[in-house]
């Protein structure tokens, strides 16, 4: 039996729970070669894992709106989808206990947060970030008070030179929180470089 979740706002969930499933999408100009990796990890510790792929997605793609747009809205269904497939197996997006987790790097990130700010019936247990694209003033604290999010974990790495980048190819909407981290400090969004 997995152990008592905690309700957003406290502590992170204590060692031993589970989530009942774990999202991923990867970024762009890969076929994502981890997400195997991470399957089988996942499958080891008995936790379902779904992932995203929305194929090679070109720099030039990525700097158009219209194919973020796209791309976003591709995710949507995607998430839409997996929790209609897992209504029945644990899975209900307003219980904060039975959440999906996602992992998503680079662009993935993007997709994650837009999608969080554009639709509010979006919810994670857990988002995990890799190579983040989003901005460093993301308001993380805001979906969490909506309660959208339960806790955020952003692994950053300051030699990573696409996310100091990207901010200038996409202006306001991508940053550099996947070299610099997030500006927001709380405790239910943690880092680490």
Not at 43 to 60: D, K, M
Request: hydrophobic share 40%; with cysteine; net charge positive.
């Amino acid at each position: 039996m997995a152990a008592a979740r905690p309700v957003p706002g406290d502590e992170p969930a204590p060692l031993g729970y589970k989530p009942p499933v774990v999202f991923a999408v990867h970024g762009i100009r890969t076929n994502a070669p981890w997400f195997d990796t991470l399957a089988g990890v996942l499958q080891q510790e008995g936790i379902a894992f779904e992932f995203h792929r929305y194929g090679f997605f070109r720099l030039w793609r990525m700097l158009l709106g219209p194919n973020r747009e796209k791309a976003l809205e591709n995710f949507v269904n995607f998430y839409e989808q997996q929790i209609a497939r897992y209504a029945g197996k644990g899975v209900d997006p307003d219980d904060p206990c039975m959440r999906p987790s996602i992992i998503a790097h680079s662009f993935g990130s993007y997709l994650v947060g837009h999608s969080l700010l554009k639709y509010d019936y979006l919810k994670f247990d857990k988002v995990i970030l890799c190579g983040s694209i989003l901005p460093r003033d993301f308001p993380w604290t805001r979906l969490v008070a909506r309660g959208q999010v339960d806790y955020v974990y952003n692994d950053f790495g300051g030699r990573d030179v696409w996310c100091g980048t990207v901010g200038f190819g996409i202006p306001g909407k991508t940053g550099p929180s996947g070299r610099d981290g997030f500006a927001t400090r709380s405790k239910m969004v943690q880092q680490h470089e």
